[in-house]
């Protein structure tokens, strides 16, 4: 395992900034955050329960007694208050101090319950102002400090590809083999796992989403393993495709149509191409192949704090490249009772083009 540097501070004024901007931009003078990877983003908590008010470009974070101490070596640039009571009554008597008449809420981040209980705590005078996306847009685009993390966590997750490919053979449970795979995350530092890990083998290989389970794997046939960490709070993602005994032609051709699908996708990556020209630069190959029916899913996703994240990869999606958006490229084929292929990486938008992040190799290997 490759030793690993420690996590810095990150700078939050650059992003409190553009928050700002985008409220001016949506004509609101303050915001109501609730989405706790937002939080952390904009001030650094992170911790389970908290809210994050911006009034005219003023923050104040709100938390309850657990998080005291915790909030105060956390959060920075930002005042800290800890209610006895209720987070949303103590912001609102601020949100009534301060005399606003809107108040912007992440609508597409909260429940029709907690909207309610906002709307209740409000003077009658503030109108409550749905917004969607308006700070995890800004997170799309990786800041440096970030894209040091998150190449941490991506060589973290390659390197499990090892305990992997040792524990595999005939007769060992899935289960067991995610648990090496865990169990190694764990030694190394990982704070969690990204998601469930998949591990699926044989015809259970056909299943996108096929998380471990106890079935044995087989003699011969294809083993999709779908991992990642979180360190430092933020993700990775890998995909890799193995076999077991030898690989049949048959199968060497869909491996190879995959291999190259994700190859043509990762290439057609640079700014000012859309998301939607990378799936279709997947898709064309695979339907060359006439395998293009049996990918089933977008072909990637942002990844950063969450490990679903904007923009999406996908079929006629609009978003247009940046410089500094971290997204994976994960095309697959899934032929049900047969098998399936899959194979990602994770890559960053650079100014002149991408850098594949994930440095685990792409060959098939014959376990």
Request: glycine fraction near 8%.
């Amino acid at each position: 395992m490759r030793k690993r540097p420690r996590s810095s501070e990150p700078d939050y004024a650059p992003r409190v900034q553009k928050l700002d901007h985008a409220l001016c931009g949506l004509k609101l003078d303050s915001i109501l955050i609730t989405h706790l990877p937002n939080i952390r983003y904009l001030c650094g908590f992170t911790g389970s329960n908290g809210l994050l008010l911006s009034i005219r470009g003023k923050r104040t974070f709100f938390t309850d007694g657990r998080y005291t101490e915790q909030a105060e070596q956390e959060v920075t640039g930002t005042r800290v208050v800890v209610p006895k009571g209720s987070l949303i009554a103590e912001a609102a008597k601020l949100i009534a101090a301060s005399k606003i008449t809107r108040l912007g809420f992440e609508a597409d981040r909260t429940t029709v319950t907690r909207e309610q209980a906002i709307k209740k705590a409000l003077p009658k005078s503030v109108k409550l102002t749905p917004t969607a996306s308006v700070v995890d847009r800004i997170r799309m685009v990786k800041d440096e400090h970030e894209l040091a993390l998150i190449k941490e966590a991506v060589i973290m997750g390659a390197d499990l590809l090892t305990p992997a490919i040792e524990t595999i053979r005939p007769g060992v449970k899935e289960s067991e083999v995610t648990a090496e795979i865990e169990y190694a995350a764990r030694r190394w530092g990982a704070e969690a796992m990204s998601f469930e890990t998949i591990v699926a083998a044989g015809v259970r290989s056909a299943l996108p989403h096929g998380r471990a389970s106890n079935a044995l794997i087989p003699k011969r046939g294809f083993v999709i393993l779908d991992l990642g960490v979180i360190l430092h709070g933020y993700c990775s993602d890998m995909t890799r495709t193995v076999h077991v005994g030898s690989v049949p032609r048959r199968s060497r051709e869909i491996f190879q149509a995959v291999l190259d699908a994700q190859l043509a996708a990762t290439a057609a990556v640079k700014p000012g191409a859309t998301a939607g020209d990378v799936d279709f630069a997947a898709r064309s190959v695979l339907k060359r192949a006439k395998l293009d029916r049996y990918f089933i899913h977008s072909t990637g996703h942002g990844v950063g704090l969450e490990i679903h994240e904007q923009p999406r990869i996908a079929r006629d999606q609009k978003e247009v490249l940046e410089p500094g958006m971290v997204i994976t490229i994960e095309p697959g084929v899934y032929l049900p009772g047969e098998g399936g292929v899959r194979i990602e990486d994770m890559v960053v938008v650079t100014e002149r083009g991408h850098q594949v992040l994930t440095p685990a190799t792409k060959e098939l290997l014959e376990l």
